[in-house]
């Protein structure tokens, strides 16, 4: 059969999009999906290592969370999947029939294998999960404040605070107390030391040449032109900006692990642990990065660039109160077909701090992996999800074209990554390079930490 751990975190996946496509949204937003991927694979791997103990067994590696579980007899790939199904299934309440038709499907595929094994791996994976789970359930998350309302959050009104966007009234601001969430696996000094510097002021030569760059990349095109090529190339590829029939970024990163791991032949247990590294990366990254937010809270470019003040005594020939930025894609006829700018401060991006999470954890797992070779270098094609041929734009109509891009580096991800939101002028550069620094240091610290081999 496929590998466990692949054939659950497509499920997951689909649960993803599938949250951000009807309502009510059980794990919306960037945030919350990010840690409902981490926690089904955080049950996962642990499942997988504890359940090799049965009968003497030597797990493969380190678990993080539930070493002190017996596992009895358990086949490990059964735990995975009963590990998975326990926490998807009580995080996306309204997709039970969907994990409950996939977890037939799965046990179907292990028909060979001992039967009773097979039970007990599902019965010890749901163990593992509600050990998980129970963990989770004092983090912190269910404050009510974290949740896309107005409930008790005040914009501070000044020169280079965070506002509303004013072509998207009623969004609301997502995520303020997020960054008090308990992270999964650094210790709260390791969170606050992954912090970003503070952003450029908006006098600072900085912040105007970030401020041009913005102006000129990220603008909306005029009536009856197109997006430029870099705009959807790189923009819209990586968007993935919670809406439906998409998803949120952890889900796009996702599937390019998928893709790495594929041409790097994985085995299960590289799988698990692969998965497990960068999904927990992307949950910590989210805490630290939402933490940043709302401390510095920096206005985005739609708010910045239309109140700009003048400069050194001049009037400056970008001021214009009238720009209006490309978006985050309402794809599929989302957001009542109007792109937007998401509803919380710019610095820092967090696309950028999830994506340099993932994927520096993804390069620390291959460093680990083989030492011969170089961490960086990779040759895998990837459609997004944005580009395939299907997706429509805001319009729900216009079907955007099939672009299949090609990588050869990680790092050149991390940067078309962090680039892509400037091009949607929904942040300035200098948002991406403190989500890209708080990134790197997360995904660093759960790659050398968690499920390393005994």
Known sequence: ???????????????????????PQEAGGPTYSARALALAHA????????????DGGKAPFKPAFTEHLPPGQALPAAAIGGAAHAVLSFIHKRQQPFFNAN???????????????????????KTVAQAILDRAATDGSNDPTNSNNRSGYVPGGLNGMHAPDPLNPGQGYYGWHYGNVRPMALERRDALAALPPPPPQTHE????????????????????????????RVGIFWAYDGVKGIGTPPRLYNQILREVGKADGLSEAEWVVLLAQANIAMSDAGIVAWQAKFLYNVWRPIVGVRQH???????????????????????????????????FPAYPSGHAT?????????????QQRNHRADPDRIDIKFVSDELNGITTDAD??????????HFRSIDAMIEANLVSRVLLGVHWRFDGDGGKESGVKVGQQVADTLYRKH
């Open 309 to 343: 003040v003048e400069i050194s005594g001049r009037s400056d020939e970008q001021q214009d109160p009238n720009w209006e930025p490309l978006g985050a894609p309402a794809s599929n006829g989302s957001n009542n077909g109007k792109n937007f700018t998401p509803p």
């Open 396 to 405: 729900g109509v216009t079907v955007r074209p099939r672009i299949e891009q």
């Open 1 to 23: 059969m496929q590998s466990a751990a692949l054939f659950w975190n497509d499920v997951a996946l689909e649960a993803n999009k599938e949250d951000h496509t009807n309502t």
């Open 43 to 54: 049950a996962m791997a642990d499942a997988f290592t504890n359940a090799h103990r049965a």
């Open 354 to 366: 999830f994506g340099a999470a993932c994927f520096t954890a993804l390069k620390r797992f291959r």
């Open 103 to 125: 977890l037939t499907t799965f046990v179907q595929q292990l028909a060979g294998a001992n039967q009773q094994a097979v039970q007990g791996g599902l019965a010890f994976g």
């Open 205 to 232: 030569k900085r912040y105007l040449k970030d401020y041009v760059e913005v102006y000129r990349d990220g603008r909306k095109p005029e009536p009856r032109s197109r997006p430029t090529d870099e705009q959807v």
